[in-house]
């Protein structure tokens, strides 16, 4: 295992266990079930996300001045850490601090876990499918026009076909991020709102970036 993969691995194992040990906390020890601590400030609630802001910073500084392995190693666990304790609040924050057991939440977990498992697992495929997605976005200027943006199922075909014919595993994958794609649609139907303005966002970015290359 290359060092990056094993940062990731770090990482992801640190995050499992921080997530999964706040949620059974809040479950089993908090008496308001909202994820609040045991240890006010005053009048104050310190919510636990705000120790993993504080995780993040560190690991964060550590990863910046430190070179060595064994400080990579334990900025990456304290980084996984910090990392699952924000999210397993995320939903709280995203509902106002109203309802901290949103399934939203899980949400961000699943997706979250989905990409340090694929840093892990499939991390030269990736590599090798973006240079070829660049590739085709170039060739079928899909970076111009908001409207060209929403092609997003024609790259996810472009992306079918640049898979190993034999790797029932990427296919899965593939199947698994469109249907859950499709769920989040249905679920939380402003997504698309989101999505056409980010279009737009984007597009007028690509002009800009034009503009100024050809100056």
Same mark, same amino acid.
């Given at each position: 295992?290359?060092?990056?993969?094993?940062?990731?691995?770090?990482?992801?194992?640190?995050?499992?266990?921080?997530?999964?040990?706040?949620?059974?906390?809040?479950?089993?020890?908090?008496?308001? #079930?909202?994820?609040?601590?045991?240890?006010?400030?005053?009048?104050?609630?310190?919510?636990?996300?705000?120790? #993993?802001?504080?995780?993040?910073? =560190?690991?964060?500084?550590?990863?910046?001045?430190?070179?060595? *392995?064994? %400080? *990579?190693?334990?900025?990456? %666990?304290?980084?996984?850490?910090?990392?699952?304790?924000?999210?397993?609040?995320? #939903?709280?924050?995203?509902?106002?601090?109203?309802?901290?057991?949103?399934?939203?939440?899980?949400?961000?977990?699943?997706?979250?876990?989905? @990409?340090?498992?694929?840093?892990?697992?499939?991390?030269?495929?990736?590599?090798?499918?973006?240079?070829?997605?660049?590739?085709?976005?170039?060739?079928? *200027? @899909?970076?111009? #026009?908001?409207?060209?943006?929403? *092609?997003? =199922?024609?790259?996810?075909?472009?992306?079918?076909?640049?898979?190993?014919?034999?790797?029932?595993?990427?296919?899965?994958?593939?199947?698994?991020?469109?249907?859950?794609?499709? @769920?989040?649609?249905?679920?939380?139907?402003?997504?698309?709102?989101?999505?056409?303005?980010?279009?737009?966002?984007?597009?007028?970015?690509?002009?800009?970036?034009?503009?100024?290359?050809?100056?």
């Amino acid at each position: 295992m290359n060092n990056k993969k094993e940062y990731s691995f770090l990482i992801f194992i640190s995050f499992l266990v921080s997530f999964t040990l706040a949620r059974v906390y809040v479950f089993f020890f908090s008496s308001w #079930g909202t994820g609040r601590d045991f240890f006010p400030l005053e009048n104050y609630f310190i919510h636990h996300l705000y120790y #993993g802001i504080g995780f993040l910073i =560190v690991s964060g500084w550590l990863a910046i001045n430190y070179e060595e *392995k064994r %400080i *990579k190693r334990f900025s990456s %666990i304290v980084y996984g850490l910090g990392l699952g304790l924000f999210l397993d609040e995320i #939903g709280l924050m995203l509902t106002h601090f109203e309802n901290y057991w949103d399934s939203i939440t899980y949400t961000f977990f699943s997706l979250t876990g989905l @990409i340090f498992l694929n840093l892990i697992f499939f991390e030269d495929f990736w590599n090798e499918v973006g240079a070829d997605l660049k590739k085709y976005l170039e060739e079928k *200027k @899909i970076y111009y #026009g908001p409207f060209n943006l929403m *092609k997003i =199922v024609d790259i996810l075909e472009v992306v079918n076909e640049k898979m190993p014919k034999s790797s029932k595993l990427a296919d899965i994958f593939l199947g698994v991020i469109l249907f859950v794609s499709g @769920i989040l649609v249905l679920k939380y139907p402003s997504l698309i709102y989101y999505w056409v303005a980010g279009a737009f966002f984007l597009s007028a970015i690509s002009y800009f970036v034009k503009a100024v290359k050809e100056i």
